[in-house]
């Protein structure tokens, strides 16, 4: 069963905007982390944030955690084409399994 | 230093047949997890080994389903009597130690059932 909720499901902005997409959880967490998928296939981990973190940042990315709300943010900043993609974030309880939300589907257009 | 290989990359079978998949996990990584996606859903667990044995297992739909990792390195998703329900891509992911450790993807394996 899925665990999260990605909002939006899908997302369009002009390159050069930021791009904001949010996940929601239902259970405790050790960790959570985004993925990037691009056309259906392998995933690609963008980053990973503990369940003691409020707030990480990678490149143009910039992740946020609130466990109080089992909630969290995912930007990307300054977007280009090749951030097309989906993106999915995934939640680790305990267990070693990943639990993953439905996905945002983001377009950038030039 | 490559990633971690799925072998096809697509298959198409018939319903009732049986088929395997093949994941080659990356050097050294001791944890190994299949995944199952659905068209526009995200990946779902399968199941999950840690070295030669079957961690986790409570993923897998039904006795149809079956997954080895005989040697603890390369592993075999089984697919008995295949159902078109069945179709999807089939993703393995492996980690340095599994636990709280990244998981790396492969390109997945999608099956179609017809």
């Known amino acids: 069963s899925q665990q999260g909720e990605e909002d939006p499901q899908a997302l369009s902005i002009q390159e050069g905007e930021n791009a904001t997409m949010n996940c929601s959880y239902k259970?405790?967490?050790?960790?959570l982390q985004w993925y990037r998928q691009n056309s259906g296939r392998g995933l690609v981990h963008l980053i990973l944030?503990?369940?003691?973190?409020r707030e990480k940042h990678s490149g143009r990315l910039r992740v946020t955690l609130d466990t109080s709300k089992k909630s969290s943010s995912l930007l990307i900043t300054a977007s280009r084409a090749a951030d097309t993609a989906s993106y999915f974030c995934?939640?680790?309880?305990?267990?070693?399994?990943?639990?993953f939300g439905q996905g945002t589907r983001l377009t950038i257009n030039p | 230093g490559a990633g971690v290989s799925q072998t096809p990359s697509n298959k198409v079978t018939e319903k009732g047949k049986y088929v395997e998949l093949r994941c080659d996990p990356i050097?050294?990584?001791?944890?190994l997890y299949w995944y199952r996606q659905s068209l526009g859903q995200g990946p779902e667990f399968l199941i999950y080994?840690?070295?030669?044995?079957?961690?986790?297992d409570s993923g897998l739909p039904n006795d149809r389903f079956f997954a080895v990792r005989p040697e603890g390195s390369v592993s075999t998703l089984k697919i008995q009597r295949t159902e078109r329900g069945d179709s999807a891509v089939y993703l393995c992911?492996?980690?340095?130690?599994?636990?709280?450790?990244?998981?790396?993807f492969g390109p997945g394996t999608r099956l179609t059932v017809l």
């Open positions: 995934a939640t680790t309880q305990g267990a070693q399994k990943l639990v």
């Open positions: 080994f840690q070295g030669t044995g079957a961690a986790d």
């Open positions: 259970t405790s967490i050790n960790n």
């Open positions: 944030i503990r369940s003691n973190e």
């Open positions: 992911a492996s980690s340095s130690e599994g636990g709280l450790s990244t998981q790396y």
């Open positions: 050097s050294g990584h001791t944890a």
